[in-house]
């Protein structure tokens, strides 16, 4: 039993590293901040407001909202079903070349993600960040790509490399296998973020519904879980030469409403604190995010304690889903922000422009100077035509008998009630040209 829950110890501080740190990478600018910054920016390079498509969110990604939260159960079931048709189905050797090679290629991606982000972070926090790089391919003023580039991306790129390379070629050890599943949980959280507790609440409910229908009442899961030797789980090692194991699902998902109670504490602090440039990097409370880490640890225990009760694998998110809800509704009701809790909304991704894929000052600069070579080409144009006109009456060219100019004087008294002056025709002495 103590070395039971030595393993399951483990198992839950691996969760919670991504859970963390995913979390914290998910956080952006708030709206008030990111509109105050971008207007300051856009009288620093003096641009018109119509023109400035600048966004300042350090981090893209996706929001998922209810409708998407409907789509996680269907889109789960197909994929694990798939999963097990193929373990079923397909030579097992045929299965480890398809997985390995998906999965090599996944996992390098976010090791690289994870690890830059970790690495940047370290080497800020000692003064050796240095500057940020930016790979640009354009066309005029129209950005095709961009990708930024910093010191940190070249520390990470050796283990974006090695890790999944080493994984397949020793065997799959379930070191590295935890080492990409961390990194892939990680990047899941920093990409993928809830527009709101009630798309949360919705979310969890759901696959609470799906772990309980395919663990309890077929024995898909257990098999694919047990089947599919990827990175796809969490394992801690026992004494009897088997694995306590907890599969990403059961860190993402609950992982993302915690992500989402980081951010309100931020837009919190934001809305108290109007003046402050606050961002990411800033200092706040977190009693939300805090409530929900202290839910999801006791969820997991409940989990565990079932699961050494009962001696069969128990669906986490079975307990994982109320407690991780239960425990910031308790907290809104305690500071007495429940409505405020459950109308908030987590800032949409502001429209972007259609021809600048990632705005960045360069992009926006080459349009002014665009604007100003356009300008500058109307202006010698118009210049031109005015060099015509005055060479047409220089001698030697045909001009028209001279014309007695026109009075104008009619037009000083025009409107209802003036005084309308005499009115003088231009005459025309003769038709005939010199």
Known sequence: ????????????????????????????????????????????????????????????????????????????????????????????????????????????????????????????????????????VSSGIKQIAHVPFRRASLLALPFALGLPAAYIALGRPYLISNALALCLATAALALLRLDGFPTAVLLLSLLLAYDVFWVFYTPVMVTVAKGVDAPIKLLAPKTDNTFAMLGLGDVVIPGLLIALCLRFDLAR?????????????????????????????????????????????????????????????????????????????????????????APSEVAMMARKEAKAKAAAKAAVTEAEVVVEQNGDDEPGHDTPADTQPQDNSWMDGAGVGGNEGPRTRSKRKGGKRK
């Open 269 to 357: 602090y934001a809305v108290a604190n109007p003046k402050v440039d606050v961002g990411p990097r800033s200092s706040f409370n977190k009693p939300y995010f805090w409530s929900a880490i202290a839910s999801y640890i006791a969820g997991l225990g409940a989990t565990i304690a079932a699961m050494l009760h009962t001696g069969k694998p128990q669906p986490a998110l079975l307990y994982l889903s109320p407690a991780c809800v239960i425990g910031p509704l308790l907290t809104s009701a305690t500071l007495g922000e429940t409505k405020l809790w459950w109308i908030w909304r987590d800032e949409e991704e502001e429209e972007k422009d259609e021809t600048i894929e």
């Open 1 to 136: 039993m103590t070395e039971h829950l030595a393993s399951f110890t483990t198992l839950g501080a691996q969760a919670l590293v991504p859970i963390a740190i995913g979390s914290f990478q998910s956080l952006r600018i708030p709206a008030p901040v990111r509109a105050r910054k971008r207007a300051a920016r856009r009288a620093r390079i003096n641009l018109e407001l119509e023109e400035d498509e600048d966004i300042l969110d350090e981090n893209e990604g996706e929001t998922l909202t209810l409708a998407d939260s409907i789509l996680f159960p269907i889109l789960g079931s197909i994929a694990l079903l798939g999963l097990y048709a193929l373990i079923t189905y397909v030579e097992p050797w045929i299965l480890d070349i398809i997985l390995g090679c998906y999965f090599s290629i996944a996992s390098g991606l976010a090791v690289q993600s994870t690890l830059d982000s970790i690495l940047h972070f370290i080497l800020r926090a000692t003064g050796l960040a240095g500057s940020t790089y930016h790979i640009r």
